[in-house]
């Protein structure tokens, strides 16, 4: 019990501390799964730093980031503390051009801070 709620408070931690955080297999330079792949490049075409967790790296996060997200799949977004979703809602959302300024605003919002 007390492992789960270590990782669950560095997984808190990780979504408090960074604006924008991909949980992902992998890194966005070596991505170990195609999602992954796909959810990186869309992140590295608005042009700003996030932050990343390779969950193969982290298999305790792996395990309980989806209980704590309700989102059993990966990699997942979350910009500002929220969970924006995984590979599908992410390519969606920047080929609608929505993901963008989400990225551009969070980005500015972490400069400022």
């Given at each position: 019990?007390?492992?789960?709620?270590?990782?669950?408070?560095?997984?808190?931690?990780?979504?408090?501390?960074?604006?924008?955080?991909?949980?992902?297999?992998?890194?966005?330079?070596?991505?170990?799964?195609?999602?992954?792949?796909?959810?990186?490049?869309?992140?590295?075409?608005?042009?700003?730093?996030?932050a990343y967790?390779?969950?193969?790296?982290?298999?305790?996060?792996?395990?309980?980031?989806?209980?704590?997200?309700?989102?059993?799949?990966f990699p997942?977004?979350?910009?500002?503390?929220?969970?924006?979703?995984?590979?599908?809602?992410?390519?969606?959302?920047?080929?609608?051009?929505?993901?963008?300024?989400?990225?551009?605003?969070?980005?500015?919002?972490?400069?400022?801070?």
């Amino acid at each position: 019990m007390a492992v789960i709620m270590e990782t669950l408070d560095k997984i808190k931690e990780q979504i408090a501390e960074n604006p924008i955080l991909l949980y992902m297999k992998g890194s966005p330079k070596l991505p170990s799964c195609g999602f992954s792949a796909q959810a990186s490049q869309a992140l590295m075409s608005c042009g700003e730093q996030f932050a990343y967790v390779d969950i193969l790296q982290n298999p305790d996060i792996r395990a309980e980031l989806p209980k704590y997200a309700d989102w059993p799949t990966f990699p997942q977004l979350w910009i500002n503390g929220e969970l924006i979703g995984g590979c599908d809602i992410i390519l969606e959302m920047f080929q609608q051009g929505e993901l963008q300024p989400l990225i551009k605003e969070a980005a500015g919002k972490a400069k400022e801070s």
